[in-house]
């Protein structure tokens, strides 16, 4: 197999980055060899991953989608990816949630961030990218490749989908049964009330709801509910 993350920064553009995170997911999804693709991602060099600096939507899906591997492989230490090890919390919380720190219920970056992850980090928080990791790790069915031209839209299918199957809201009570995600992160959603707008915007409470909430952990047993929907497959 001919290597997958070219080492040439002049012949690499963030697309390419994209497409080939997508090759590495896919074969991790479905079981196919993967040794020459994590080989190849952990010799890639650094200054290569320079490039998606300059595109927002392909960086947060070339993360995305490296999440989606270390995920799903049995490489319990994480693997290499440009010469760092990592491993898939240190690319959700370093990464993906720009260096905040696990333990800050969102309000805090990580004053512990090392260089590699300074460096990569995402600018922009995106609240979904917390659905997109959960469904990496508890509902892969639910769990695609992201592209770097649909991400958003892709982002926001993994939400909805997710969402759907974990909410409960009991009007008799007016207590919704959330994803224990939003109390360990809240700062990311802006506290109760960005909470409460997030659900309500990706359709899992009723506009009018403003219930009490009660936080449920990730449910094995997700994965079971949701076989019968299809993983996303999409190529640049």
């Keep these: 197999m ?10 690499t553009t963030p697309h390419d980055l ?26 890639l060099d650094e200054s290569v991953l320079a490039v998606l600096g300059d595109d927002d939507r392909a960086a947060k899906a070339f993360w995305l989608n490296i999440h989606g591997a270390l995920a799903a492989d049995a ?34 970056q990580n004053p512990f961030q090392g260089r590699f992850g300074q460096r990569h980090a995402l600018d922009d ?19 695609g490749t992201y592209t ?6 892709e982002l926001t299918e993994v939400t909805a989908d997710y969402l759907d199957g974990t909410v409960e809201y009991d009007a008799s009570v007016d ?8 109390f360990w992160h809240r700062g990311d959603f802006d506290g109760r009330s960005g909470v409460r707008a997030f659900l309500v915007t990706h359709g899992a409470l009723p ?6 909430f009660s936080y449920a952990h990730p449910d094995p047993d997700l994965e079971t509910s949701t076989e019968s929907r299809p993983r996303r497959e999409r190529t640049q």
């Design 125 to 143: 928080l995106d609240e979904r990218i917390h659905f997109a990791v959960l469904a990496a790790q508890y509902a892969p069915q639910l769990s």
């Design 18 to 43: 994209v497409a080939a995170s997508q090759r590495l997911l896919h074969a991790v999804h479905h079981g196919n060899r993967t040794d020459d693709l994590f080989t190849s991602l952990a010799r």
């Design 207 to 212: 506009t009018a709801a403003d219930p009490r």
């Design 175 to 182: 207590v919704a049964h959330i994803p224990a995600v939003f």
């Design 75 to 108: 490489a319990d230490a994480g693997r290499r990816v440009a010469g760092m090890r990592l491993d898939p919390e240190t690319v959700y919380h370093g990464i993906l949630r720009g260096g905040k720190w696990r333990y800050g219920f969102g309000y805090l």
């Design 148 to 153: 770097a031209t649909d991400v958003n839209a």
């Design 2 to 11: 001919s290597r997958v993350f070219a080492a040439n920064a002049d012949t």
